[in-house]
């Protein structure tokens, strides 16, 4: 390890990963600190993740990073109806413990150091300006200089913060998450089953990722202040009571995830947010290994090209949230105002839209025909639904 | 469970997962937390955000009524 370098990045997960891959690839000089042991691990993730989405960034699919490949999904209202979608596009299951390791690996064939169990404490200052990052790594305090800092630091977003960005999640938008890896010689078939009700994860919901060969992984995710009554690992161990008693839990974690629209945010002078840390997530579905990916790779062209011209201002980093928003940002934007929708959804009102959903057959049904039985269901909320489509 | 910040707020790490979803929420970035250490710092205004949002209960509010 040097004293200096072009860029420091902070967090190896997939956002900070390939962040230091593209920018590495652009000639910068790069460190990618990872404050756990081990990259990928533990994984707070239900790792699903599009193939469109994947070959974005990633030319090749390796087959070790997919455990299982789903076609379809099973909607299961609070009654218990169940609304079968038919997916357009192939979708994965991964294993993100070799996938996250592999992608850090991909950055240090670039000439990417990573370094773990690297835990970054504070941003250096010189003369007021951004100039590099403390950590504290095997009982001993470090400090290192660099011309760009990247915060990938995931939900926790310090970096930002010290930077002097609000990157706090507001309660409403945090979802809080708890889930199980499990084994049960009931979990058969490939679909993906997403649970809406309030009784089993209120403004959320509830899903099973399965792995194959009898292996799932069960969790929910439901907003900070739903969290206030009662905590998600109460609302998973029911669930699992109820449906799974006698599986084994081969894992457990928690986590957060921001459902929320990208920080307004995400370039200071000598510095970017990219990831869980710049709240570049799907608010619907959670989902947050793509929209890292695709920030990643525009953030690490951005960040490369900016030592190159020797300007790492603000205003020659613009071009990543510019390129960002194109990409994904706008979509989000949409989408976090589609989540508020669903989540002022009544249990009466999501019974409503799986009976009409149900009333379509299998081959015309889409995510629009249940969109529109949402509408009958709450013409109120027309106004909002229009505002969601333009 | 190890007591925090005036005692007002207890911490259990047998619980604790240190996903850090209890950091994301705080307004006054007043938790240090590390698989080593939970800190919380004077810079706590006692919001509660950080006890509501975390999946486990890791956290408490002790109430002294």
């Known amino acids: 390890m040097r004293d200096k370098y072009d860029i420091v990045i902070v967090g190896a997960g997939p956002a900070g990963s390939t962040t230091a891959r593209f920018a590495a690839y652009a000639g910068a000089s790069v460190l990618m600190l990872e404050k756990d042991r081990d990259i990928g691990i533990p994984v707070r993730c239900a790792e699903g993740a599009s193939d469109a989405g994947l070959r974005a960034v990633l030319q090749n699919i390796d087959e070790r990073w997919i455990e299982n490949r789903i076609s379809d999904v099973f909607f299961h209202s609070p009654g218990g109806k169940m609304v079968e979608l038919q997916f357009k596009q192939i979708g994965y299951i991964l294993n993100r413990k070799i996938f996250d390791y592999d992608l850090a690996q991909m950055a240090a064939k670039e000439g990417v150091e990573v370094l773990t169990k690297a835990y970054v404490n504070d941003l250096v200052r010189e003369n007021d300006k951004i100039a590099g990052v403390k950590f504290a790594h095997m009982g001993k305090n470090f400090s290192v200089r660099a011309k760009l800092v990247v915060g990938a630091d995931g939900v926790e977003s310090r970096i930002g913060r010290w930077a002097g960005i609000k990157t706090q999640t507001k309660m409403r938008d945090m979802e809080t998450c708890a889930q199980y890896t499990v084994h049960d010689v009931n979990l058969t078939g490939d679909h993906l089953h997403l649970f809406f009700s309030s009784k089993i994860a209120p403004q959320g919901y509830l899903w099973i990722f399965p792995k194959g060969g009898g292996r799932a992984n069960i969790g929910l995710g439901i907003s900070g202040d739903a969290a206030a009554k009662k905590a998600p690992v109460c609302y998973l161990n029911e669930f699992m009571a109820e449906r799974f008693p006698h599986a084994s839990v081969l894992n457990s974690v928690a986590g957060g995830v921001p459902c929320d629209h990208t920080l307004k945010t995400i370039v200071l002078d000598g510095l970017m947010l990219v990831g869980d840390a710049a709240h570049q997530v799907n608010p619907v579905s959670g989902g947050g290994i793509v929209p890292a990916l695709v920030a990643g790779q525009i953030a690490g062209q951005v960040a490369g090209r900016a030592i190159h011209n020797g300007d790492v201002s603000a205003k020659s980093l613009q071009d990543y949230p510019k390129r960002w928003h194109k990409a994904e940002g706008r979509n989000h934007q949409i989408f976090y105002k589609l989540k508020n929708y669903i989540n002022r959804l009544t249990d009466e009102e999501l019974e409503g839209i799986a009976e009409a959903g149900l009333k379509v057959p299998l081959e015309k049904r889409s995510m629009i025909t249940l969109f529109k039985a949402a509408l009958v269901q709450k013409p109120a909320l027309v106004l909002d639904a229009i505002k969601v489509f333009t | ?65």
């Open chain 2, 1 to 65: 469970m190890k007591q925090l910040f005036f005692d007002k707020i207890a911490y259990d790490r047998q619980v604790c997962d240190f996903c850090g979803t209890c950091v994301g929420v705080c307004p006054q970035d007043a938790i240090e937390l590390t698989e080593a250490d939970f800190t919380i710092t004077e810079r706590c205004t006692l919001c509660k955000n950080c006890v509501r949002v975390c999946p486990l209960r890791a956290l408490e509010f002790i109430d002294e009524r």
